[in-house]
């Protein structure tokens, strides 16, 4: 028979959660990071372009060439999609469609028209 020490007991049961805690915590984070963070344009007939250097709003909006910018954030939850709010391009751009419907609930048919540029959310300060 081996007798137990309560205070021991204790501790280990106590250590065993915090190391479990730390140890979901850590795989939680990595799942969530994305393996990159890019910044593109990406066009109606499918051709994407990177972008060197964060885009400020104003050369995000010539860009996609519009005068109202809309904003989406996507299903990877670190990038912001930007596209006409109007739709005044009416060229259907299907991998911006596909970025989209990502993120949306199943059965939506909406379809982005024109230029998006897509940005880490984070370069215009946060969570948009």
């Known amino acids: 028979?081996?007798?137990?020490?309560?205070?021991?007991?204790a501790i280990d049961h106590a250590l065993m959660q915090r190391d479990d805690l730390a140890a979901r915590e850590q795989r939680t984070t990595i799942a969530f990071q994305p393996l990159f963070r890019y910044r593109r344009v990406i066009y109606p007939d499918g051709t994407v372009a990177e972008l060197n250097a964060t885009p400020s709003i104003e050369a995000i909006r010539v860009t996609?060439?519009?005068?109202?910018?809309?904003?989406?954030?996507?299903?990877?939850?670190?990038?912001a999609?930007?596209?006409?709010d109007l739709f005044t391009d009416t060229r259907?751009?299907?991998k911006a469609t596909a970025l989209y419907l990502a993120?949306?609930?199943p059965g939506t048919e909406t379809?982005?028209?024109?230029?998006?540029?897509?940005?880490p959310?984070?370069?215009?300060?946060?969570?948009?």
Do not use: W, Y
């Open 103 to 105: 993120r949306c609930k």
């Open 1 to 9: 028979m081996t007798i137990s020490d309560p205070k021991q007991e």
């Open 92 to 94: 259907p751009n299907p």
């Open 111 to 119: 379809v982005i028209r024109g230029v998006v540029v897509v940005v």
């Open 64 to 79: 996609v060439g519009c005068r109202v910018l809309s904003s989406v954030k996507l299903a990877d939850g670190v990038h």
């Open 121 to 128: 959310e984070e370069d215009f300060g946060g969570p948009l």
């Open 81 to 84: 999609m930007f596209m006409d």
